[in-house]
């Protein structure tokens, strides 16, 4: 009978065991991995990363660690009104895949996204990392602005996540708009008038003024 894989948040005694992955994906296919250097040097770096509030979740099969993703909630800011949890690295051992690992951990930060009231998730995969680019096409992740990105609700549901942790949670993040806060809708419009040179003035009075001219 096929060993049932595991996901959980890594533990301090784990770090090794990841550090020791992270390596192999550095020099596999360019799949996103830690930065290059010794194996002190990337567990200081993961550490600095969990201790700034990113988060990693490992799959486990067999007591071996076979594929992590680390993934962050960010604010608000700007345009964005909501959180968001961007996915900064995912991996599985190439002798690990097909066995349900890579969406299992998709799944753990699917829920996490749910949970802190994240409508959308996004992943920056490198583009020399075809499969990878596959793999997250599959889950829905559309290219935007130089990443790949999901609904959080379309994700659950293509990963057929229907359990408590994500039952009755409101994924669509409530409005935080402003009565003074300007959409980006007129913002455009501001910068297209901006260039033409008729700010304030309507395309029927515009008209007029080509009439005159």
């Given at each position: 009978?096929?060993?049932?894989?595991q996901?959980?948040?890594?533990?301090?005694?784990?770090?090794?065991a990841?550090?020791?992955?992270?390596?192999?994906?550095?020099?596999?296919?360019g799949a996103?991995?830690?930065?290059?250097g010794d194996?002190?040097?990337?567990?200081r770096?993961?550490?600095?990363y969990?201790?700034?509030?990113?988060?990693?979740?490992?799959?486990?099969m067999?007591?071996?660690?076979?594929?992590?993703?680390?993934?962050?909630i960010?604010?608000?800011?700007?345009?964005?009104?909501e959180?968001?949890?961007?996915?900064?690295?995912?991996?599985v051992?190439?002798e690990?895949?097909?066995?349900?690992?890579?969406?299992g951990?998709?799944?753990?930060?699917?829920?996490?996204?749910?949970v802190?009231g994240a409508?959308?998730?996004?992943?920056?995969?490198?583009?020399?990392?075809?499969?990878?680019?596959?793999?997250?096409?599959?889950l829905?992740f559309?290219?935007?602005?130089?990443?790949?990105?999901?609904?959080?609700?379309?994700?659950?549901?293509?990963?057929?996540?229907?359990?408590?942790?994500?039952?009755?949670?409101q994924?669509?993040?409530?409005?935080?708009r402003?009565?003074?806060?300007?959409?980006?809708d007129?913002?455009?419009a501001?910068?297209?008038r901006?260039r033409n040179?008729?700010?304030?003035v309507t395309?029927?009075?515009?008209?007029?003024?080509?009439?005159?001219?």
């Amino acid at each position: 009978m096929p060993a049932t894989p595991q996901f959980r948040m890594v533990t301090a005694a784990e770090i090794p065991a990841v550090v020791e992955l992270s390596g192999r994906a550095r020099f596999g296919s360019g799949a996103a991995s830690f930065p290059e250097g010794d194996e002190g040097a990337l567990a200081r770096h993961l550490s600095a990363y969990l201790s700034a509030g990113g988060r990693m979740y490992i799959a486990e099969m067999d007591g071996e660690i076979g594929g992590y993703v680390i993934c962050r909630i960010v604010n608000p800011l700007f345009f964005a009104a909501e959180m968001s949890v961007v996915i900064d690295a995912i991996f599985v051992a190439p002798e690990m895949r097909r066995r349900g690992l890579g969406h299992g951990l998709m799944s753990a930060v699917a829920a996490m996204a749910a949970v802190a009231g994240a409508p959308y998730i996004y992943a920056a995969p490198p583009l020399a990392d075809r499969g990878m680019q596959r793999f997250l096409a599959q889950l829905s992740f559309a290219p935007a602005g130089g990443h790949r990105i999901a609904q959080t609700a379309v994700l659950l549901r293509k990963l057929g996540r229907d359990d408590p942790i994500t039952q009755g949670i409101q994924i669509r993040a409530r409005s935080s708009r402003q009565p003074n806060r300007v959409s980006i809708d007129e913002v455009i419009a501001k910068r297209k008038r901006a260039r033409n040179g008729i700010t304030g003035v309507t395309g029927e009075q515009t008209s007029i003024i080509q009439k005159v001219s």
